[in-house]
């Protein structure tokens, strides 16, 4: 489709404002409600913030490395944007929804586009009971937390705690346990994508237990269910030569 209208966001950071600048300067700016694409000028963080601030617009995001961590982001240049915006291939990922209940009864819900992790609070160690598509999986597993992740997302957290890189398109999830002391040899699941997966804490007091997704983290929770929305679709834009699922590939060969 053309890009023809182009809505720019940027981090804090003094490199993303500058790059904001010119950009705008040479291109014109957009409100996000009436862009045909939305450019993300940051890092990986900041771009997820922009994809779950406009995820309802269902406009492309496209990103631009102006961070410090640039695994979901195309490379900084600001000449030839329109033409390359052409060019781009388009991936279409789903977030996890994410209901945790907390000690005083209250639900809450965020969306995680990368993961959905559960961590301990305190020094003590957390005991989770872990329940699939309502059948009880696990009874006690001991551990500083374990997280849901999308196959977009197994190569960030969930990758840096030993958890499977998955490919684009697999229409499954990784099932990941952090630092997991007992049992002890136990490494994790991959799930079909519409797996209804349920943490309930044990010793909950004793043993208090965040829940986040992505960037939004309810702290004290007692039980949190996590499952694929797959009535939201986040469309993101990549550079031919250096796309998500190339590079997701890519990172199980890093050094």
């Known amino acids: 489709m053309p890009f023809s209208r182009v809505a720019f966001v940027a981090a804090d950071a003094q ?27 940051g890092g990986d ?21 102006r961070g410090t961590v640039g695994f979901l982001m195309n490379r900084y240049d600001d000449s030839d944007l329109m033409d390359r915006l052409q ?55 001991v551990c500083d937390g374990a997280l849901v992740c999308t196959s977009a997302g197994s190569s960030a957290y969930n990758l840096s705690v030993n958890g499977p890189v998955l490919p684009l398109g697999s229409n499954v999830l990784a099932l990941t346990p952090i630092s997991a002391f007992r049992p002890r040899r136990w490494r994790g699941a ?38 694929e929305d797959r009535s939201i679709s986040m469309r993101m834009l990549f550079d031919p030569e250096h796309n998500l699922e190339e590079r997701i590939v890519a990172e199980q060969f890093a050094p």
């Open 190 to 227: 991959i799930l079909p994508h519409t797996a209804v997966v349920r943490f309930v804490m044990l010793e909950p007091e004793k043993r208090p237990v965040s829940a986040v997704a992505d960037r939004d983290e309810v702290r004290d929770v007692v039980e949190v269910t996590v499952r």
């Open 15 to 41: 490199a993303a404002r500058d790059a904001l600048n010119a950009l705008t300067q040479r291109y014109g700016q957009h409100k996000p409600e009436d862009a045909d694409v939305i450019v993300a000028l």
């Open 45 to 65: 963080g900041f771009m997820l913030e922009a994809v779950n601030t406009y995820m309802n617009m269902n406009v492309p995001f496209f990103g631009m490395h």
């Open 87 to 141: 060019r781009t291939t388009e991936v279409t990922l789903h977030p996890l929804r994410m209901t945790a209940v907390t000690a005083d009864g209250v639900k809450h819900d965020a969306l995680a586009t990368n993961e959905v992790s559960m961590l301990r609070q305190t020094r003590q160690a957390a005991k989770i009971m872990i329940y699939v598509d309502g059948k009880e999986r696990m009874s006690e597993l």
